[in-house]
């Protein structure tokens, strides 16, 4: 069973589209978040959500929109999508919002906007 | 700004040799230090976390914590090809979730 799985695993779309991106954990998890990695490797937050409550929200243009349901989802929403938008978004979980858990990531989502 | 900073290599290290990865970090104030792997086109995993000066081993990777010298290294004993891959140092404490390093790739040569 997959821990944290995120689907779809490639998303090709053309400027100015649409895409969601959805994220699901079966570990028990109250907190997920929602990275970007850039082509050089770096790993940056865009948002976290601790029991459907969002309490981070890094500065991401509103283009980006979070949805969670329930604890165990959460999806991302992409309006009007833009080149430099083009990256590899992973979502996590961890235990709790304590910044002293470990992250478990899932298998992440290859966005390329042409 | 709080920063992670990681030589990007690549490091390259004979099979058997020990691998030595360091990280430093800006924030005196941090608390937490994890290390994660990450192969080509996967997602990066978990392998050691310390939260306290000294070393902590788990097989054959040893995580070593200097808080007075702000710097966390991460040592593989008897390194394989398996152990190639890019590997991130992640920092956080207080009130801020983990800032990510750039990583390390790691090249092991049989």
């Known amino acids: 069973d997959t821990a944290v799985s995120q689907t779809p695993k490639y998303l090709v779309t053309q400027m100015g589209n649409d895409k969601s991106i959805k994220c699901e954990q079966n570990l028990g998890h109250d907190t997920m978040y929602w990275y970007k990695q850039d082509s050089k490797k770096f790993l940056k937050i865009m948002f976290s959500y601790n029991n459907k409550e969002l309490i981070i929200n890094e500065t991401v243009p509103n283009r980006f929109s979070p949805k969670s349901p329930d604890k165990a989802h959460l999806n991302l929403h992409i309006n009007s999508l833009e080149l430099g938008d083009s990256a590899v978004y992973f979502c996590?979980?961890?235990?709790?919002?304590?910044?002293?858990?470990?992250?478990?990531f899932g298998s992440g989502t290859r966005l390329t906007v042409v | 700004q709080k920063e992670v900073e990681q030589n990007s290599g690549p490091l390259s290290v004979p099979e058997g040799a020990i691998a030595s990865l360091n990280c430093t970090y800006s924030d005196r104030g941090s608390q937490s230090f994890f290390w994660y792997r990450q192969y080509s086109g996967k997602s990066p995993e978990l392998i050691m976390f310390?939260?306290?000066?000294g070393d902590k081993e788990d097989g054959r990777f040893t995580a070593q914590l200097n808080k007075a010298s702000q710097y966390v290294s991460l040592l593989i004993r008897d390194s394989q090809p398996s152990d190639s891959a890019t590997y991130l140092c992640?920092?956080?404490?207080?009130?801020?979730?983990?800032?990510f390093g750039r990583g390390t790739s790691l090249i092991v040569h049989p």
């Open positions: 992640a920092v956080s404490g207080g009130s801020y979730i983990p800032t």
């Open positions: 310390i939260y306290s000066n």
């Open positions: 996590a979980s961890s235990p709790g919002p304590s910044y002293n858990y470990g992250y478990t």
